[in-house]
Every structure is written in structure tokens, then in C-alpha cells.
């Protein structure tokens, strides 16, 4: 069965119930994921500006290409996923045991 997907509220709420939410290695995980969503969010700001933009060619000649950011932000979002699975993980392997039939169980795979 496929892992269910987490969100990142749902991660802290379980490392608080297992113990690990001040754990080094958690925290620097959940520092890293706000900084990839603060760039996340940078890159859709400037998207929203528009998909194209111009620019000026070593001639000095005017083009309308892609704005670049397009292809970076399936990147970044991916990135930020693979964050919250190390997340999950450190919650996991580092936690103490909870009991019998937790709510963590059901998102293991």
C-alpha cells in the first residue's frame, strides 16, 4: 500500500505526540521546509507577474522567452515534498512508541 500524504501540520502534531519536535535533527528538517516554502512562494509571486518576459540579446535585439522560474518550481515543490518525507521519517525511527493502533499507522507504508 502507497504512503499517504501528509501535510506539514500533521507531521508537527505527531512529532509533538512522539516526542521529537525539539529533536536537533527535526527541527533543522522543519526549518529547511519553511525555507523552501518561503522560496516557493517567491517564485509564484513572480510567476504571477507573467509566464513571459523579455529580454535583450548580446545584439541588443528584444525577445519574449519563458520566464525561467516555470521550470524551477516543480523542482522546489518536489524538494519540499522529499523534506516533509524525512520529516515523517525522523518522526518514525527517532520517536518513542506510542500505543497499540496509533493515528501514525495508518500513513505507513
Same mark, same amino acid.
Given at each position: 500500500?502507497? *504512503? =499517504?500524504?501528509?501535510?506539514?501540520?500533521?507531521?508537527? =502534531?505527531?512529532?509533538? +505526540?512522539?516526542?521529537?519536535?525539539?529533536?536537533?535533527?527535526?527541527?533543522?528538517?522543519?526549518? *529547511?521546509?519553511?525555507? +523552501? #516554502? =518561503?522560496?516557493?512562494?517567491?517564485?509564484?509571486?513572480?510567476?504571477?507577474?507573467?509566464?513571459?518576459?523579455?529580454?535583450?540579446?548580446? #545584439?541588443?535585439?528584444?525577445?519574449?522567452?519563458?520566464?525561467?522560474?516555470?521550470?524551477?518550481?516543480? =523542482?522546489?515543490?518536489?524538494?519540499?515534498?522529499?523534506?516533509?518525507?524525512?520529516?515523517?521519517?525522523?518522526?518514525?525511527?527517532?520517536?518513542?512508541?506510542?500505543?497499540?493502533?496509533?493515528?501514525?499507522?495508518?500513513? *505507513?507504508?
Amino acid at each position: 500500500m502507497a *504512503r =499517504k500524504k501528509l501535510s506539514f501540520n500533521e507531521i508537527m =502534531k505527531f512529532a509533538d +505526540q512522539y516526542g521529537v519536535k525539539d529533536n536537533v535533527l527535526f527541527v533543522s528538517a522543519a526549518d *529547511r521546509y519553511a525555507e +523552501q #516554502m =518561503k522560496l516557493i512562494g517567491e517564485i509564484q509571486k513572480s510567476l504571477g507577474e507573467g509566464l513571459l518576459m523579455e529580454t535583450v540579446g548580446s #545584439m541588443g535585439q528584444k525577445k519574449v522567452e519563458a520566464n525561467p522560474l516555470v521550470m524551477q518550481l516543480p =523542482k522546489y515543490n518536489e524538494v519540499a515534498n522529499k523534506t516533509l518525507g524525512v520529516m515523517l521519517d525522523i518522526v518514525e525511527k527517532i520517536g518513542a512508541p506510542a500505543a497499540q493502533d496509533d493515528d501514525l499507522d495508518e500513513f *505507513r507504508a
